[in-house]
């Protein structure tokens, strides 16, 4: 089929929120963020997807305890329909799983990046979200989805190695794609206060090196509960909605649901599929 008239066929008049959620290193806990911002969406009342877009470590079944029969993997070798890679999960959210320890899926080039995200032109799924757990650093596929989402949201902890790399991955965006807003999510952190803090690290950095605007959404605590959440596989929203990290995740949800919609022109997911096309086969860069 066309790549054009593929993308055409989606059928989703609604603005939709594309949210790539990404962090400069791994380690920081940026997937039990996507994971928990999601749940926390649905639970509002929004239609949500969350794509596993970590494309070789691929985890978000695993901390939701899901075991999916396919996954993006399947969709490349031409083996499973978009569609049938889909899992509902809490709340009703759609998950798009990719693999794990798959070396080819981590090392996708250009054009088979598109043709993966081309393959969304098959789904008609009315949705007011779209969550991208991204692969850490700043690897091509990561730069892709970054560029083509409407938010970028930044994973970081309170510690000199992610704060840097976090600056690493906002000035590449910014310096070499002309990203102009960057999200900062503190995480594992004691506090509100250590949370500003961090943020406040970032920003002055970046103000000093970057034409980029920052935008700190919250902190969210290291407890108990978020632990015990991961052992049983769990949104820690969904396990310990009372406890510290689960208020946290939905004002957090809260925050996000205020971002102001996307224009009409740049709204609908059809136009992030031409984006990421366009931008995986490194053509163009991201303006406002």
């Known amino acids: 089929m066309d790549q054009a008239a593929g993308l055409r066929r989606m059928a989703n008049p609604r603005p939709v929120k594309v949210i790539a959620v990404t962090s400069g290193k791994g380690g920081v806990g940026k997937s039990s963020v996507s994971v928990n911002l999601s749940v926390a969406l ?29 996954n993006l993997s399947h969709v490349i070798d031409g083996e ?8 509902e999960g809490p709340e009703g959210i759609l998950i798009v799983p990719a693999s794990s320890g798959t ?10 990046n598109a043709g ?12 007011d979200y779209l969550i991208i757990d991204t692969a850490a650093g700043i690897a091509d596929s990561v730069i892709s989805f970054a560029r083509a989402a409407r938010e970028v949201l930044v994973v970081a902890l309170d510690e000199p190695s992610s704060i840097t790399d976090a600056y690493a991955l906002i000035k590449v965006l910014n310096r070499d794609y002309g990203l102009r807003r960057a999200h900062v999510v503190a995480n594992m952190v004691s506090g509100n206060r250590q949370g500003q803090e961090l943020f406040d690290k970032l920003a002055r950095v970046t103000g000093r090196y970057l034409d980029v605007t920052m935008d700190f959404l919250g902190s969210i605590p290291a407890d108990e509960s978020l632990r015990k959440a991961v052992q049983r596989q769990k949104a820690v929203v969904s396990a310990y909605p009372g406890s510290p990290s689960g208020r946290a995740f939905v004002e957090l949800a809260r925050r996000v649901d205020r971002l102001p919609l996307p224009e009409e022109a740049e709204g609908h997911l059809e136009f992030f ?9 490194g053509h163009e860069e991201l303006t406002e």
Not at 55 to 62: K, M, S, Y
Not at 103 to 112: D, F, I, S, V, W
Not at 116 to 127: A, V
Not at 273 to 281: A, D, F, W
């Open 42 to 70: 649905a639970r509002s009342g929004s239609r949500v997807m969350l794509m596993d877009a970590d494309l070789g470590l691929a985890n978000i079944d695993v901390l939701l305890g899901i075991s999916p029969r396919y």
């Open 80 to 87: 499973a329909s978009l569609e049938e890679v889909l899992v």
């Open 103 to 112: 070396k080819r899926m981590a090392e996708l080039g250009p054009a088979e």
């Open 116 to 127: 993966l995200i081309n393959s969304f032109s098959e789904l008609n799924h009315d949705l």
């Open 273 to 281: 599929l031409e984006r990421l096309v366009r931008y995986s086969s």
